[in-house]
């Protein structure tokens, strides 16, 4: 891996990965256990042992070659299995039989089936109250920044180092590269939310569509100013 922030989700304008083919009326779920990983995944989410960043940053976090050759809810499934093992919900051991081998361990909150839907028709919204004034404006151009640490970042590859402008701001937000470490407790100090727009030839040079622009939701530590460099 170079020193830049990577992992093998982070695929975003990578070339050489072929054309991405849809699946005509492809189904929810393809199997049964792709409905229970996801049925899991909730439940667990729900205990409070970890927050929805945590969860993320568990998926993004696998090997290379296993995220790559891995379908999307297998994904879900490896990244599970890793946070059962480090909040010591679960050990590889009783992985591997599929059941339970010594008591477990108490959680905070259990999701009942009938509080289902209310709970994820609820959310966990991330806007908090503002303690400070916007470092930037609609208007302003804007670096990204490129990032030189390992750890959960919404801040696509692509997009870092590159100018863009801001077009909109979005209110203040947990700042997911904070919370997805530690806790409980989390660390939900929020940040200011932007919505900054890349042209293309910023991105991809002159092999860019003509006409071509990004939009990338950027976290206020995300930037810096266009002449920061």
Do not use: C
Not at 39 to 50: E, R
Not at 74 to 87: C, F
Not at 107 to 125: D, I, K, M, Q, T
Not at 192 to 214: C, K, M
Request: hydrophobic share 40%; aromatic share 8%.
């Amino acid at each position: 891996m170079s020193t830049l922030t990577r992992s093998a989700h982070d695929m975003g304008g990578v070339a050489g990965r072929g054309a991405v083919g849809p699946e005509i009326d492809e189904p929810v779920f393809h199997a049964a256990w792709e409905r229970r990983a996801m049925a899991l995944t909730v439940a667990m989410g729900a205990t409070g042992a970890w927050n929805i960043d945590a969860s993320r940053a568990a998926r993004e976090s696998l090997p290379a070659a296993q995220y790559l050759a891995s379908s999307y809810y297998a994904i879900w499934l490896a990244g599970l299995e890793r946070l059962l093992v480090e909040r010591g919900l679960a050990t590889r051991d009783e992985l591997a039989a599929g059941h339970a081998l010594r008591a477990g361990k108490p959680v905070a909150r259990v999701l009942r089936a009938e509080s289902v839907a209310a709970a994820l028709a609820a959310g966990s919204p991330t806007s908090r109250d503002a303690r400070s004034q916007p470092r930037y404006a609609v208007g302003q151009r804007v670096r990204a920044r490129t990032l030189r640490r390992r750890g959960h970042t919404r801040l696509p590859r692509y997009v870092q180092g590159r100018v863009g402008e801001i077009v909109a701001l979005r209110g203040v937000h947990v700042y997911p590269d904070r919370h997805a470490n530690g806790g409980p407790p989390f660390d939900e100090a929020p940040e200011w939310l932007y919505t900054v727009r890349f042209d293309g030839a910023a991105l991809w040079g002159e092999d860019a569509e003509t006409g071509l622009s990004v939009s990338v939701d950027a976290w206020e530590p995300y930037l810096e100013p266009e002449a920061a460099r």
